[in-house]
């Protein structure tokens, strides 16, 4: 059973640690609407959807650095007060003080972990949903106070909007080669949602297509709004590594390495066949250099697969080394004051860290260092972190 030492310095955490993370997650989720909000113009109703979505990408971010202010301030206030050198002249080792912090962080680290993988694999995809079945709300609703509007490959200027229906709508569709030019009498907007497309309904209208196409139709037709890549919800093959739950990761990695051998295979074949025939120009040819862009288009895919899930254990454990450095060094400063403990503790570390994650990060990604190269910033705050700890058991 917890001592009552135990259970006083996790209360306190607690205490911290949840008024903290509601603040940090509120300002994370207003950052993240309001620029959802100004990127792609949603209405109330998409907001309301789009919270849910959003939570667990926000907690993600928000759990390491709640988890060390909370520490930070905990510990900062009880070495100013006094109370710790209270506890240690009673005969209870610096250690024993430490250890529900420590333990808190090390609980805290899979919880993180998990976050960060539902965010993947449920957050992102239905921030991405919500934001494409609110495409034919966005269009209206700039057309309503522009008269235009101007997005992903296509554009729509119109007279008036009454309702749903468009008053002699100018619709430009771009999707490689020459424009698609519609004029009308009146229009509207239909998403089907099932197959992630947009429809445009046209009464009396003309279309344009340079000297390729020309005509006139009088009557109700309908004609289909080719969505840009940014719409629509990507397929299992279209997602990049860092947008793929870890249960797929695994499976997907083999799948890479097996098409980087058969590029290679490939490039090799046509190698050996153009010193066969004597025409080693074909070696450098345009077919050779595709085939090499192929093959390093594929390792630098494999690397990245490679390289996530330990970026994503070591984000997830970020918690612990955070609360490893961040414990001792408060007890050091011993200040109760909350500015002052974030400028001696929670600052320095959150600077540390992440400067050597995305140098770790980077090396990584370019095979500079192995994948578990991302770990530097931890393993180095846990050094500094063991030497403090050190250091307060020894005062």
């Not at 950052?31 to 959807?49: C, D, F, M, S």
């Not at 009454?162 to 229009?187: D, L």
């Not at 970020?318 to 490893?324: A, I, K, Q, R």
Request: hydrophobic residues 45%; aromatic residues 8%.
């Amino acid at each position: 059973m917890p001592s009552r030492l135990t259970r006083y310095i996790l209360a306190e955490v607690m205490k911290i640690f949840v008024v903290a993370l509601v603040v940090l997650t509120t300002l994370i989720l207003l950052i993240g609407v309001g620029r959802t909000l100004l990127k792609e113009g949603l209405g109330p109703l998409a907001v309301g959807q789009l919270l849910p979505y959003l939570l667990p990408v926000s907690l993600q971010h928000a759990f390491p650095a709640t988890a060390l202010f909370s520490v930070s301030c905990v510990y900062g206030r009880m070495a100013g007060d006094g109370e710790v050198s209270t506890i240690k002249a009673s005969g209870i080792s610096p250690l024993k003080i430490l250890q529900p912090a420590l333990i808190f962080a090390f609980l805290l680290s899979p919880v993180a972990l998990v976050l960060s993988d539902l965010a993947v694999s449920w957050g992102r995809p239905g921030i991405h949903r919500v934001v494409m079945l609110s495409i034919e709300d966005i269009v209206y609703r700039k057309m309503e106070s522009q008269r235009s509007y101007i997005g992903k490959g296509f554009s729509i200027y119109v007279r008036d909007v009454e309702g749903r229906v468009m008053k002699s709508p100018r619709i430009t569709i771009s999707q490689g080669g020459t424009p698609m030019k519609f004029k009308a009498e009146e229009g509207r907007l239909r998403l089907d949602v099932e197959n992630e497309a947009l429809y445009l309904e046209l009464t009396n209208s003309s279309l344009n297509r340079g000297s390729e196409i020309q005509g006139y139709i009088p009557k109700k037709e309908s004609y289909p709004i080719p969505l840009a890549d940014g719409w629509k919800t990507p397929t299992a093959d279209q997602l990049r590594p860092s947008e793929m739950p870890l249960r797929l990761i695994a499976t997907e990695r083999l799948r890479q390495d097996q098409r980087l051998r058969a590029a290679e295979e490939k490039l090799a074949a046509h190698t050996a066949f153009s010193l066969l025939t004597s025409r080693p120009e074909e070696i450098v040819g345009v077919s050779g250099q595709q085939m090499v862009a192929e093959i390093n288009h594929s390792h630098r895919i494999l690397v990245k697969l490679q390289v996530e899930p330990w970026r994503r254990w070591s984000e997830g454990f970020s918690c612990f080394f955070f609360v490893l450095i961040g414990a001792p060094l408060a007890m050091i400063a011993k200040t109760s004051e909350y500015w002052m403990t974030f400028a001696k503790a929670f600052l320095p570390t959150i600077l540390i860290y992440y400067s050597l994650f995305i140098l770790g990060l980077d090396m990584a990604k370019q095979s500079v260092f192995p994948p578990y190269g991302v770990w530097i910033g931890n393993a180095v705050l846990g050094v500094i972190g063991i030497g403090l700890v050190n250091h307060i058991r020894r005062c």
